[in-house]
């Protein structure tokens, strides 16, 4: 496995898609037009206020009213520039829009507080995405919950992530590697912490990574050992511990066959039922104490996966 790469510029990260180049040379024309008129003014600022400093008593002088050929070359040089930066802008920003038609589609869902990548061959994996080096890839993303931002600095692409309603983001990776990626969103408690890693693979190596992670569970022993498997691929321990300690959600532990106290005062029988609901539907019934934080996992969660996490909810009573 490679490590993420840490070269770049001072300023800018390593260039990782094919818009990545573009990206930057825009970025630096601004970057340098911005610096040298604030040299500009600032020297001159500093220039004139040395040069007519008031010294002792002149006599009054009717000051200059206006010059023509100043007044033109400040209106008009600055037009072209920054008609030259939308131009430039603009072209990008269409380039970045448009999908192209045979791209590689990965569906993305965002929740408080990680990525859910979800491939079209029946992989899911959570806060990784792999994509194959050289092919264009498409992302189809939704939120489960509030407004994210996804964003892989490397790439030079980010788009918003919003509940009920798609969008995209397209991008063609150049080359192998381990790229970070992050939610640029502010989207509550644990924002900070929602961000992952892009891995471009080589399209064989691409093929292989999705053959062997079509079926998690396959080469298991048992149903409990699965069970474990998903709660760290899912990241299930960032809420809900295996030891007893509390969370933002109640603890596996000792959980299976008691009667858990809901927000409405009333009890319920902590069964298999009531475990799949919970993952499916979580918001319908709430433990006291608790917040209604947690989204579905429907479509995230194969259903042999909550069969499997239901095992090893078991195991930890027992
Ligand atoms: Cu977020």
């Not at 220039?47 to 400093?53: A, E, G, S």
């Not at 788009?159 to 970070?180: C, H, I, K, S």
């Not at 993952?279 to 042999?304: C, D, F, H, R």
């Amino acid at each position: 496995m490679q490590s993420i790469d840490t070269t770049g510029t001072f300023l800018l990260p390593p260039q990782g898609s094919t818009m990545a180049a573009d990206v930057d040379a825009l970025f630096y024309f601004i970057y340098y037009v911005s610096v040298f008129f604030f040299a500009l003014i600032v020297g001159l600022i500093i220039l004139f206020t040395i040069k007519y400093k008031r010294r002792g008593k002149p006599g009054l002088t009717s000051g200059p009213t206006h010059s023509r050929p100043l007044e033109i070359i400040w209106t008009v040089i600055p037009t072209i520039l920054v008609l030259i930066m939308f131009g430039w802008g603009f072209k990008d920003f269409i380039r970045l829009q448009v999908m192209p038609h045979e791209s590689y589609e990965i569906n993305v869902t965002a929740r408080q507080w990680q990525w859910d990548i979800i491939y079209a061959e029946g992989v899911t994996s959570v806060n990784e995405l792999v994509v194959p080096v050289g092919r264009p890839v498409k992302l189809l993303m939704s939120s489960r919950d509030v407004i994210h931002s996804f964003y892989i600095p490397s790439f030079r692409v980010k788009m918003d992530v919003l509940p009920n309603r798609y969008t995209n983001l397209w991008f063609e990776a150049t080359r192998v590697g381990e790229f970070p990626l992050t939610c640029s969103e502010y989207c509550g408690q644990q924002h900070s912490l929602m961000r992952g890693t892009v891995r471009v693979l080589t399209e064989e190596d691409f093929e292989t990574w999705i053959s062997e992670n079509a079926n998690l569970l396959e080469n298991l022993v048992t149903l409990e050992e699965g069970g474990e498997l998903i709660y760290n691929k899912f990241l299930c321990y960032s809420c809900h511990s295996v030891d007893g300690t509390a969370g933002n959600g109640p603890t596996w532990r000792g959980l299976f066959g008691t009667m858990e106290r809901l927000e409405d005062g009333s009890e319920v029988l902590v069964d298999e039922n009531y475990i799949r609901e919970s993952i499916l539907n979580p918001k319908s019934k709430i433990v006291a104490g608790y917040q209604p934080i947690m989204s579905t996992y429907q479509g995230t969660l194969k259903p042999e996966y909550i069969d499997a996490i239901i095992a090893y909810i078991k195991s930890l009573s027992n």
